[in-house]
């Protein structure tokens, strides 16, 4: 939107503190052809534009310098960059649009340098502004989460959409927009003088064609420029929650005095500002089986108490215990605890709500007309399969060492997106090719997880590889092409074996070889003491080693759990020591029946006990759940994926507190 040089905005440029902008914004300028997608000739243009909006959001809407501020259809940072001059320390902004380009530079320009300001992309569709977009404008979430504002701008927005689209951006806009905070957007406004002076060609655009409540100036791009009845258009705020008035804009004569180019309206969000200027929050996530966020008042010291309410009852209530995940720079300072969780009832999981609206003490944090809570069981199935469909998913599941030095086996995959289900993917030993051949074994637990009708999954293929192909050893991988490999791109680390049984140890101790060179670079023989653990062998004895091996995994204690094991191993480390842990990959934990059950149970817990061993034992742990529990002894310097036999993972522990090891050399 170029705006027009009336005399108020020539005032307004002509200050030294505008002058002094011009000439150094403190931030880059984009190139000339981002300047002239925004309709501005040039630098300054594009400059002094930014100004001005920022003059029509001060004097129209008001701002503050602690105010939270949403820029929708925020383009190159044209109203940012003014903007950090007005916000403050506690101030912030988060400016969202469409086109991805712009959002990368503004993340790169802007958000890189000052950390109050944030920036989102929305990858939808519009005709003059994004044609290739994926989202539909008329479905369209602006802000994936939730956040409140104080002030929501919108210029040049509402004239580029339909009246579908314009229905939700309002309810979006409402969503985002704290009560009694203000929306300020531009329009065509088509009351009666600017129908006669559109009759009489007076105004500066023609709207000839009707698009339901709407005029397009040109149909063939039918969001190239969109006026709105008045009285429709303030109707639509009314429903929205706003209570809106509008300003005559200079793009048709009118007998007011104009304000813009286009016009103006300033827009209230219905409510009262409750809890006092200090209470701040949102909903983080509504997944899992809870309510994720943050809340936090900075004129009290006592914790903000949350409620879960649906269809107007109590169901849950909590105060913050945690750090506060996900909170904007201006929120609670480090260490306040200010995170929540409302864990939702398990009667209600599953199943769809009326009316769901998150409590921050008086401030609304979240509402629901109607939400489905779906079983957390059901969310990790969902995200396994979106997951394994788009990288491919495969794992050796059998390997037999025959007595010519052949190797046979079987393989379990799963397809990435897009590859043709009847072609059998090939196995890759270095540059050799194997072929695998299908089997008829169904899967129908896997598959109803993958969202396949009951036997239409045959996950199996069996493989044989020669002896003359195997060599010294190498990688299996598995793909349709050497460059097409599916996930673990890394392959499975193949030791030659002369016998049954002898290959896994073999590989495992190699692997794990090759992980200590790496983090320390240092041999195995040169770590002292070496203390190599069984699953079942019970806690290591206190001692000075130097490192650890337990590629098989480790057994909690009976008692104490892995507060006690954890312990445990740093009695028995030298300082700095290290850990070699074998622990599954998501594959590994496919194997066998129950399989799916249990890669499910791992992803939401953590912890997950073997098939075949007795109830609490031979437990297997996640990257997650190490870095939770294990966190305050260890820290993780090293993740083999798939490294050791069984397609496992190999994960390096250090010892915290000690000086580093890495570096040094024999």
């Known amino acids: 939107m170029t705006i027009s040089l009336s005399a108020r905005h020539a005032d307004v440029l002509a200050r030294p503190e505008s002058r002094a902008f011009l000439a150094n914004p403190g931030f880059p300028v984009p190139d000339a052809t981002a300047i002239r997608r925004v309709g501005s000739t040039g630098a300054e243009e594009f400059l002094a534009t930014g100004l001005l909006l920022r003059e029509a959001l001060e004097q129209s809407g008001g701002l503050a310098p602690d105010h939270a501020v949403l820029d929708i259809g925020c383009g190159w940072g044209r109203l940012a960059m003014p903007l950090a001059a007005r916000l403050g320390p506690a101030g912030r902004y988060l400016g969202m649009d469409a086109a991805a380009e712009a959002i990368a530079w503004c993340r790169r320009h802007v958000a890189e340098v000052d950390s109050r300001f944030r920036f989102h992309h929305a990858d939808i569709r519009n005709s003059y502004a994004n044609p290739q977009g994926r989202i539909a404008a008329a479905a369209?979430?602006?802000?994936?989460?939730?956040?409140?504002?104080?002030?929501?701008?919108?210029?040049?927005?509402?004239?580029?959409?339909?009246?579908?689209?314009?229905?939700?951006?309002?309810?979006?806009?409402?969503?985002?927009?704290?009560?009694?905070?203000?929306?300020?957007?531009?329009?065509?406004?088509?009351?009666?003088?600017?129908?006669?002076?559109?009759?009489?060609?007076?105004?500066?655009?023609?709207?000839?064609?009707?698009?339901?409540?709407?005029?397009?100036?040109?149909?063939?791009?039918?969001?190239?420029?969109?006026?709105?009845?008045?009285?429709?258009?303030?109707?639509?705020?009314?429903?929205?929650?706003?209570?809106?008035?509008?300003?005559?804009?200079?793009?048709?004569?009118?007998?007011?005095?104009?304000?813009?180019?286009?016009?103006?309206?300033?827009?209230?969000?219905?409510?009262?500002?409750?809890?006092?200027?200090?209470?701040?929050?949102?909903?983080?996530?509504?997944?899992?089986?809870?309510?994720?966020?943050?809340?936090?008042?900075?004129?009290?010291?006592?914790?903000?108490?949350?409620?879960?309410?649906?269809?107007?009852?109590?169901?849950?209530?909590?105060?913050?215990?945690?750090?506060?995940?996900?909170?904007?720079?201006?929120?609670?300072?480090?260490?306040?605890?200010?995170?929540?969780?409302?864990?939702?009832?398990?009667?209600?999981?599953?199943?769809?709500?009326?009316?769901?609206?998150?409590?921050?003490?008086?401030?609304?944090?979240?509402?629901?007309?109607?939400?489905?809570?779906?079983?957390?069981?059901?969310?990790?199935?969902?995200?396994?399969?979106?997951?394994?469909?788009?990288?491919?998913?495969?794992?050796?599941?059998?390997?037999?060492?025959?007595?010519?030095?052949?190797?046979?086996?079987?393989?379990?995959?799963?397809?990435?997106?897009?590859?043709?289900?009847?072609?059998?993917?090939?196995?890759?030993?270095?540059?050799?090719?194997?072929?695998?051949?299908?089997?008829?074994?169904i899967e129908d637990e896997a598959g109803a997880a993958l969202g396949l009708a009951p036997g239409a999954f045959r996950p199996h293929y069996d493989f044989h590889l020669p002896a003359?192909?195997?060599?010294?050893?190498?990688?299996?991988?598995?793909?349709?092409?050497?460059?097409?490999?599916?996930?673990?791109?890394?392959?499975?680390?193949?030791?030659?074996?002369?016998?049954?049984?002898?290959?896994?140890?073999?590989?495992?101790?190699r692997a794990a070889t090759e992980a200590l060179r790496a983090v320390t670079g240092r041999s195995m023989t040169a770590h002292g003491p070496l203390l190599d653990l069984l699953p079942t062998a019970g806690l290591p004895p206190p001692g000075d080693a130097g490192a650890i091996l337990a590629l098989d995994g480790l057994d909690p204690p009976s008692r104490g759990g892995d507060a006690a094991l954890?312990?445990?191993?740093?009695?028995?480390?030298?300082?700095?020591?290290?850990?070699?842990?074998?622990?599954?990959?998501?594959?590994?934990?496919?194997?066998?029946?129950?399989?799916t059950a249990r890669l499910l149970q791992w992803l939401r817990h953590g912890m997950v006990p073997t098939m075949e061993a007795p109830a609490g034992r031979r437990v297997l742990r996640s990257q997650t759940h190490l870095s939770e529990v294990w966190g305050a002894a260890f820290e993780v310097v090293a993740v083999r994926e798939a490294s050791l036999s069984g397609l496992r993972d190999l994960v390096v522990l250090r010892q915290r507190g000690a000086a580093t090891i890495k570096g040094q050399r024999e």
């Open 140 to 441: 369209a979430t602006l802000v994936p989460w939730e956040e409140r504002f104080d002030r929501v701008v919108a210029f040049s927005l509402f004239t580029h959409l339909l009246p579908d689209a314009m229905v939700r951006y309002l309810a979006e806009a409402a969503r985002l927009c704290r009560p009694g905070g203000v929306l300020v957007a531009t329009f065509f406004v088509l009351d009666a003088e600017a129908r006669s002076a559109l009759a009489a060609g007076q105004a500066d655009r023609a709207f000839p064609a009707r698009h339901g409540i709407a005029r397009l100036s040109n149909p063939a791009v039918p969001e190239d420029a969109v006026a709105y009845d008045a009285a429709e258009m303030l109707a639509l705020f009314d429903a929205a929650g706003f209570d809106a008035e509008w300003r005559p804009g200079a793009w048709c004569p009118r007998s007011a005095p104009p304000f813009e180019y286009q016009d103006l309206v300033v827009a209230r969000r219905r409510g009262t500002p409750t809890g006092g200027a200090g209470l701040r929050g949102a909903v983080s996530s509504l997944r899992g089986g809870a309510v994720r966020g943050w809340a936090w008042d900075a004129g009290s010291d006592a914790p903000v108490p949350l409620r879960l309410e649906i269809a107007g009852r109590t169901v849950a209530e909590a105060v913050p215990e945690s750090a506060a995940e996900g909170a904007p720079p201006a929120g609670p300072p480090p260490g306040v605890a200010a995170g929540f969780t409302l864990a939702v009832p398990p009667h209600l999981l599953g199943r769809e709500v009326q009316d769901l609206r998150v409590w921050a003490g008086p401030l609304p944090l979240l509402h629901r007309p109607q939400a489905r809570l779906a079983d957390p069981a059901e969310e990790l199935a969902a995200a396994w399969r979106r997951e394994s469909v788009r990288r491919g998913l495969w794992r050796i599941e059998a390997l037999r060492w025959q007595a010519d030095g052949s190797l046979g086996g079987e393989v379990w995959a799963i397809a990435p997106r897009g590859e043709p289900s009847a072609q059998p993917p090939w196995l890759f030993l270095g540059e050799a090719r194997v072929q695998i051949e299908p089997l008829e074994a």
């Open 468 to 509: 003359a192909l195997l060599g010294r050893g190498g990688r299996l991988r598995l793909g349709t092409a050497p460059q097409e490999l599916w996930e673990p791109v890394g392959g499975f680390p193949l030791a030659p074996a002369a016998a049954d049984g002898d290959w896994a140890s073999a590989m495992d101790w």
């Open 566 to 595: 954890v312990a445990a191993l740093v009695a028995a480390l030298a300082p700095a020591g290290l850990v070699l842990l074998g622990m599954p990959g998501s594959a590994a934990l496919l194997d066998g029946a129950g399989g």
